[in-house]
């Protein structure tokens, strides 16, 4: 649906994109829209509730686009949103998967991180998927790292695991350090017979602590040990000095850094308090 300005070219007319909505809303209950363009999660919007309510949140987060061409969709409960990285060989054209992951977003599909490994049934489709996908690319001239975001859910009639490709992630993204860190720890790690990474959750953080000194001082003992194979690394640390940093568990499951991620927070969360 693209939308247009009304006639005294005050603000743009939603009316398209409502009666859009209206058409698909009774499915499930929820619809989906999507700009054609938005950084973590912000060129998503659910629309559910009262008609009303619709409106006028719809109408804020139009304001908020650039592009005024959106792709509405019904709304299934999502299982999993995994996102497939694959690399384009300049040279020799070979084409493979480096990462799939997971993606942590909240109700509005703002992006909080990436856990892996994945839990995604319909996963060996996605990384497929993502090959076409990459293929297609690659008859354009493109070369190198892309990821592909995907969605994974149960079909309301049949009950089957489905999966629908949403977007492309043009080169890195926010999978892509704590994945080849992984790789690279790893190889590291079997050079001196050390426990393997086998897991990884990545997360984003607010902090009082300025400095990556000030950040190890409050919370060393997270910090990661290669003889156990497993704690926290920071990174992006150049992001405190506006009280923000990216941090990466890692571990021997999903199961070990989902805790290890809880643990640390309730702990954070301690140490902000004036």
Not at 40 to 56: C, K, L, N, P
Not at 168 to 194: C, H
Not at 201 to 227: G, N, V, W, Y
Not at 254 to 271: G, L, N, P, T, W
Request: glycine share 8%; charged share 20%.
């Amino acid at each position: 649906v693209e939308l247009h300005a009304h006639s005294d070219c005050s603000r743009l007319d939603v009316t398209p994109l409502l009666k859009v909505i209206a058409r698909y809303v009774s499915h499930t209950g929820r619809v989906i829209v999507r700009g054609t363009y938005g950084a973590a999660g912000s060129g998503t919007f659910v629309a559910e509730g009262a008609s009303e309510d619709i409106e006028r949140k719809l109408r804020t987060f139009v304001e908020q686009q650039i592009h005024h061409i959106y792709l509405v969709q019904v709304m299934f409960d999502i299982v999993a949103t995994p996102n497939v990285q694959m690399f384009v060989e300049p040279d020799t054209g070979a084409i493979w998967c480096v990462g799939a992951t997971d993606q942590r977003v909240d109700k509005k599909f703002s992006h909080k991180g990436n856990v892996f490994p994945s839990t995604a049934r319909t996963l060996a489709g996605m990384i497929c998927s993502a090959r076409k996908l990459a293929q297609w690319l690659q008859t354009r001239g493109f070369t190198g790292l892309a990821g592909f975001d995907f969605v994974e859910y149960v079909h309301p009639e049949t009950g089957e695991y489905k999966h629908i490709f949403v977007e492309i992630n043009a080169r890195v993204n926010a999978a892509t350090y704590p994945v080849f860190l992984m790789e690279r720890l790893n190889a590291w790690q079997a050079g001196r017979s050390s426990p393997l990474i086998k897991a990884f959750l990545s997360a984003k953080i607010t902090t009082k602590a300025a400095s990556f000194s000030e950040l190890q001082e409050m919370h060393s003992r997270f910090f990661f040990d290669p003889c156990a194979g497993r704690g926290v690394i920071p990174y992006n640390t150049g992001r405190l000095a506006n009280g923000m940093c990216d941090l990466v568990f890692l571990g021997s499951s999903r199961e070990d850094v989902e805790y290890m991620y809880q643990r640390f927070s309730c702990i954070h969360a301690k140490s902000e308090i004036p």
